[in-house]
C-alpha cells in the first residue's frame, strides 16, 4: 500500500524568509502525482502544488515549487518570501494515476509564520 | 462559480443515533468523494461516486454508506453513531473519475456525544 509520511509536525518560519517542509512517500507505482494541500483554519483544503512523476521538471506556483526526487521517493516544498498568511496545515498527498484511485495524504506540517 | 458546498457545517449527535451529510460538487463535475479527518488518524478515504456510482471505497465499517444523485450531489450516511466517528468530513469534487485535481468543501465537522 502507499503511504506518505511527513516527519515534521510542527514548523516556523519568519515573515518574508523561504521555508522547505518535507515529504517522502512509497509506492511501487511509476505514474502517479503527488500534491501539496493547505488546510487554514477555515478548513477547505487548498491545491498548493501538483507534480505529475512522469516529468523531471520541479513545479513552481508563484512563491512555491517542490524538489522532486523520483529515485528518493521525496517530494519537499519550498515557500519562499513567506507572507502571514501562509500559516496553516499543509499535507502532502499521492495519487496513482488510475481511473478511482484516492488520494492518500501525510499526517500534516502545522507551519507558523512570525511576524 | 460556486465552490463545493456541505451541509450542515457542524453537528452534534448522540451516541447510537444516525446522521446525514450533503455534499454538493462543483457545477458540471461528477465525482465526489469523501475523506475523514481526526487528529489520530489523519485523512482517510471514506468512499468516490461518480455517474451515481460507488467506485471505491476505503477500509471503513458497514455503518458508513453513501450515494449520489443524478444532479452529482452526493449524502454520506452514518449509522449506529459511536464516539470514534467525531471527526472533519470533507468532500471533495472534480470533473471526471481520477481528474488529478480535487476540490474541497469546508466539510463537516460532527461531534458525537
Known amino acids: 500500500a502507499q503511504t506518505v509520511t511527513q516527519s515534521q509536525p510542527e514548523m516556523s518560519v519568519q515573515e518574508a524568509e523561504t521555508v522547505t517542509l518535507s515529504c517522502t512517500y512509497d509506492t511501487s507505482e511509476s505514474d502517479y502525482y503527488l500534491f501539496w494541500y493547505k488546510q487554514p483554519p477555515s478548513r477547505q483544503m487548498i491545491l498548493v502544488i501538483r507534480?505529475?512523476?512522469?516529468?523531471?521538471q520541479n513545479a513552481t506556483e508563484n512563491r512555491f515549487s517542490v524538489n522532486f526526487q523520483k529515485a528518493a521517493k521525496s517530494f519537499s516544498l519550498k515557500i519562499s518570501d513567506s507572507q502571514l498568511g501562509d500559516a496553516a496545515m499543509y499535507f502532502c498527498?499521492?495519487?496513482?494515476?488510475?481511473?478511482?484511485?484516492?488520494?492518500?495524504f501525510g499526517k500534516g506540517t502545522r507551519l507558523s509564520v512570525i511576524a | 462559480k460556486a465552490g463545493v458546498t456541505q451541509t450542515p457545517r457542524y453537528l452534534i449527535k448522540t451516541r447510537g443515533q444516525q446522521v446525514t451529510l450533503s455534499c454538493s460538487p462543483i457545477?458540471?463535475?461528477?465525482?465526489v468523494s469523501w475523506y475523514q479527518q481526526t487528529p489520530g488518524q489523519g485523512l482517510q478515504f471514506l468512499f468516490e461516486y461518480f455517474s451515481e456510482t460507488q467506485r471505491n471505497k476505503g477500509n471503513f465499517p458497514g455503518r458508513f454508506s453513501g450515494r449520489q444523485f443524478s444532479n452529482s450531489r452526493s449524502e454520506m450516511n452514518v449509522s449506529t453513531l459511536e464516539l470514534g466517528d467525531s471527526a472533519l468530513y470533507l468532500c471533495?469534487?472534480?470533473f471526471g473519475q481520477g481528474d488529478t485535481e480535487a476540490f474541497f468543501g469546508q466539510g463537516t465537522r460532527l461531534t458525537v456525544v
Open positions: 498527498a499521492y495519487r496513482f494515476n488510475s481511473g478511482n484511485t484516492p488520494l492518500v
Open positions: 507534480q505529475e512523476a512522469y516529468k523531471q
Open positions: 457545477s458540471g463535475h461528477r465525482s
Open positions: 471533495a469534487s472534480s
